[in-house]
C-alpha cells in the first residue's frame, strides 16, 4: 500500500501515469476540486478505481488521479476530531494511514488520512 504512484509534470499539473493496483494515489472526489488519499483498486479503459482510506469508492477518469505526495509540514485540511468541519493545517507526522496534524489555530491532532485532504 506504500507504493508510490509515478508522476509526470506536464503544462504545470501533476499528471499521475503507470498505476499499477495497489498504488497510492490521491484522487478528485466526484470531480469537487478536493483531493483524498486512496489505494488503486482496478484499472481499465483509461478509468482507475480508488479505495479511498475514508473507505468509499469511485472510478475516476485518470486526469482525476495524482501521484500521493503527502509530506511533512505541507498544507491540509482535516475533518477535526471527525465532526463535520474541515480546517487548515499542516502534516505534523506521517506513519502509514495514522498522521499527526498541527492545525493553524493551534490545536494538535493525531487521526487518520482518510479524514484530511488537499485541494
Known amino acids: ?12 499539473s501533476v499528471v499521475a501515469h503507470a498505476q499499477t493496483v495497489g498504488d497510492w494515489v ?20 483509461g478509468k482507475i478505481t480508488i479505495r479511498y482510506d475514508d473507505g468509499d469508492k469511485e472510478t475516476v477518469s485518470i ?6 505526495d503527502w509530506m511533512i509540514g ?11 468541519e474541515w480546517f487548515p493545517g499542516k502534516i505534523a507526522s506521517l ?16 487521526t487518520r488520512t482518510g479524514r484530511c485532504r488537499t485541494n
Open 63 to 68: 486526469s482525476d488521479v495524482r501521484p500521493y
Open 1 to 12: 500500500m506504500l507504493a508510490l504512484a509515478a508522476g509526470l509534470f506536464s503544462g504545470g
Open 26 to 45: 490521491l484522487g478528485n472526489w466526484q470531480g469537487a476540486g478536493y483531493w483524498y488519499p486512496g489505494v488503486v483498486s482496478k484499472i481499465g479503459g
Open 95 to 110: 506513519a502509514g494511514e495514522k498522521i499527526g496534524i498541527a492545525y493553524d489555530d493551534g490545536d494538535k491532532e493525531t
Open 74 to 84: 505541507m498544507k491540509v485540511e482535516c475533518n477535526y476530531k471527525n465532526a463535520g
